[in-house]
């Protein structure tokens, strides 16, 4: 009998879950599509085992205070985006808030959510960079749709194999484009979308280190580690910590 992909993705799941010593459920978020939300979600077989409430041991385990070169190297993938982004800026000589800006402008998407990555991003980063850089970080999710003929700027090809010619920006999106060409700080989050590119060669590699006086000059580390230090947004990065926590 041929399964769906629902049910292999169940059965797979099924197997991981009785080779970790905790049973892992994940969050709606996690499933939405694959499985309806409306429905109840079904839940994998409690095995008699305790369910995860910490650390989930395939993932590598984060240090007790980490910082954020910690979160690049362990939870936000091989980055070479934003690294390369941040050569790029760094090689075009804009100031170095914008360098770092263009170092956490996918954050999101590496390590986080997708959907609405800018903000999400944005948010994470509120407490520990000035505002013009969160700001920034925001707004150039929506300015990515709209051409700068001034700095060079087109509408990434990129876009149209991904969604489409016809492809058009939720209203939110043209309303935030519109706010973001009227304010001071336009030029920043322009900046990030000029130094934001996809082709570059991948077998050129970009090191962390390269950045860090510019983090340490820009970027308030936490004496506690990110996720300790009682900001508002210190759950989000504990749930980069701990995805798969039942609670
Ligand atoms: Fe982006
Ligand atoms: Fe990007």
Redesign the pocket.
Known sequence: MAMTSMQRAEAAEHAMSEELDRVVVKSVLFTSGEHDPTKPMPRPPDQGKLYMMGHDPRLARMPDRPTLFDFFRLRFGPANHVLQSARLAMKNGVEEKIVLACLL??IA?SGFIRSD??YW?AQLLEPYVDEEVSWAIRY??AL?FYADDSVGYAYPQMYVKLFGADYVPEPYIQEAYREARAHRWYMSARL?TVN?LYAFDPGVQVQLEEFTDIVGRHFRQPKEGLGFDGSPTAHMWRTIIYPTKYL
């Open positions: 402008h996918d998407i990555h800018g991003a150039h999710q990515r990030i934001d």
